[in-house]
């Protein structure tokens, strides 16, 4: 299958997606977090519909289903769950995208001009985009991020649905779509019901590099450092204010400075990362991401914590340090042994696209890493966006669109296959 068929389609489809304000919010009950989720969904319930998938509809939490009937022949093939989730990172602003295509990309830096100051995608920093001259690369104008974390990926679905609904003749399974809410902020599948799913393997498309294939992700945790003190008149403070800042001050001054932090660790090694502080003298919370392949290693991170929170404690007597650590999602590794199948045919489905498979732990998480935990055993495909979260988001539509050749050649093997 040529990615040249797929281009303009894909690529279509996902500057309309982007123009969709999905981003989502950390911290609020409801669920989809913000309001532009749902109105997405309801656009892609309608264009799945039209398509002629078979049950299509959004549940009362936001999710979106479908389903692509097998090919003849191949009812009894195992079924196959694609997701891709609808909602952009709360770290940059994602309303009023201003895309911009750089046809036949010449290799040179890509200045955006859109925001407060220009920024520059140096090609020199980033090898991605290097590797990517005489590409179409689609960017912002530096103002917002893209959204092809992960728009690329709901895009990239649409068209692998329009075109088996086309072309029924083609070889493949039983296939689930399903669009997600909420992924960036750690609820993508807390309501997720496997019984409306109802398959035997799955895979999001939420990876970055062409022919990445990833199986592995960080156990994570966030921790809520709540730090309490005393206000008073601070004209008459002696002996009685406390200032909750500097108690927040004196813990993030205790955090190692020579490791466990992301801007020293790669790889397999693991961090602590202080993301948002927000306070006054009564009251001041951290939030900080605890990140690592290994769940133990996660369970030395919360006893340091509390280490550093019984130090503080003792400098301020009076003073209150509290730390709530909250579980947010697990390795998927283990779980993706429980069905080898799920790895061993996406890599072969990359092979047969002419491409080097690429099998790498991710120094994230996705939905694919719940749904593994949760028994649905879901590796991360490439969707094609990098620089994810930032005003210098980028994706290439040649990408995007071999991304839809290898979903192809994944529902062709898994078709052959038994239950």
């Not at 040249?4 to 669920?31: G, I, N, P």
């Not at 049950?55 to 769950?81: L, M, R, W």
Request: aromatic share 6%; proline share 5%; net charge negative.
């Amino acid at each position: 299958m040529n990615k040249e068929l797929f281009m303009s389609e894909v690529c279509e489809h996902f500057l309309h997606y982007v123009s969709f304000d999905t981003k989502s919010v950390e911290d609020m009950e409801a669920y989809p977090s913000s309001e532009g989720q749902l109105v997405l969904g309801k656009e892609l319930l309608k264009e799945l519909t039209n398509l002629g998938l078979k049950n299509t509809f959004q549940d009362e939490h936001g999710y979106i289903f479908g389903t692509i009937p097998a090919s003849a022949g191949c009812e009894k093939a195992p079924v196959v769950a694609l997701f891709a989730h609808m909602d952009t990172s709360p770290e940059k602003s994602g309303k009023d995208i201003k895309p911009i295509i750089h046809k036949n990309y010449d290799g040179a830096p890509i200045v955006l001009t859109g925001g407060e100051a220009p920024l520059t995608i140096d090609p020199a920093k980033d090898a991605n985009l290097a590797a990517k001259k005489g590409e179409d690369i689609i960017t912002s104008d530096g103002s917002t991020l893209l959204g092809a974390d992960d728009k690329a990926g709901v895009a990239e679905i649409m068209t692998l649905a329009a075109y088996l609904m086309k072309h029924p003749e083609v070889p493949h399974p039983e296939i689930r779509v399903v669009y997600t809410c909420d992924e960036e902020v750690g609820r993508g599948v807390d309501f997720l019901d496997l019984k409306k799913v109802n398959a035997h393997v799955g895979y999001t498309l939420d990876g970055e590099t062409l022919g990445e294939i990833e199986g592995e992700t960080f156990s994570a945790d966030v921790a809520i450092i709540t730090c309490r003190g005393f206000n008073t008149h601070p004209g008459y403070g002696k002996g009685q204010l406390i200032n909750s800042i500097k108690l927040a001050a004196a813990f993030l001054e205790l955090l190692p400075h020579d490791s466990l932090a992301p801007e020293l660790t790669e790889g397999l090694e693991g961090f602590l990362h202080p993301y948002v502080i927000e306070g006054g003298i009564d009251s001041t919370t951290i939030k900080i991401l605890l990140r690592d392949f290994e769940e133990s290693k996660l369970l030395e991170y919360r006893a340091l914590l509390n280490d550093i929170a019984a130090k503080v404690r003792a400098r301020f007597p009076g003073g209150e340090v509290e730390v709530n650590v909250k579980e947010q999602y697990r390795n998927m590794r283990e779980g993706l042994k429980k069905e080898p199948r799920a790895m061993a045919l996406a890599n072969k489905a990359v092979e047969m696209a002419g491409l080097t498979p690429v099998n790498k732990s991710i120094r994230g998480g996705t939905d694919g890493s719940r749904l593994t935990a949760m028994g649905l055993p879901t590796p991360n495909v490439f969707a094609g966006g990098h620089n994810f979260h930032s005003a210098k988001e980028w994706v290439s539509i040649q990408d995007m669109a071999m991304a839809v050749v290898v979903m192809l050649n994944m529902m062709d093997l898994w078709a052959k296959e038994q239950p």
